[in-house]
């Protein structure tokens, strides 16, 4: 059974910084597409970073570039999002997603399958 469950968010100030995690069941995380996905208040989810299977391609959305970084543990299968430099308008839930057959592009949340509950993060002084 597969199933993603993150950790780890909470409140911080602006220019702060935060690890949220993502622990992955039920399947080899080489050969899945990873992603943070975030949805603030009122707007859409916006995919924030992403790992094509294999780890052969890296994406970043425009805003966090340079400030949040992606990363994983794999004998741990857990999936790390390091937030620096946070902005009040870096608040939103924080989803990790999974799935096996994304291969190039993956910032798109309608094409990922496995979603973990979330993890809220708040940036304010």
């Known amino acids: 059974q597969v199933q993603l469950v993150e950790s780890g968010g909470g409140l911080v100030q602006p220019g702060g910084s935060l690890r949220i995690s993502c622990k992955l069941s039920?399947?080899?995380?080489?050969?899945?597409?990873l992603a943070w996905f975030r949805q603030a208040p009122g707007k859409e989810r916006e995919g924030v970073s992403c790992?094509?299977?294999?780890?052969?391609?890296?994406y970043y959305s425009d805003s966090v570039k340079g400030r949040f970084t992606m990363s994983d543990d794999l004998p741990n299968n857990t999936v790390y999002l390091e937030m620096n430099n946070l902005k009040p308008e870096d608040t939103a839930i924080y989803y990790c997603?999974?799935?096996?057959?994304?291969?190039?592009?993956?910032?798109?949340?309608?094409?990922?399958?496995?979603w973990g509950q979330g993890t809220q993060v708040t940036v304010s002084s």
């Open positions: 997603a999974a799935d096996p057959y994304i291969d190039y592009f993956c910032l798109k949340s309608d094409d990922f399958d496995y």
């Open positions: 039920g399947f080899i995380l080489h050969y899945y597409a």
């Open positions: 790992v094509t299977k294999g780890e052969a391609y890296e």
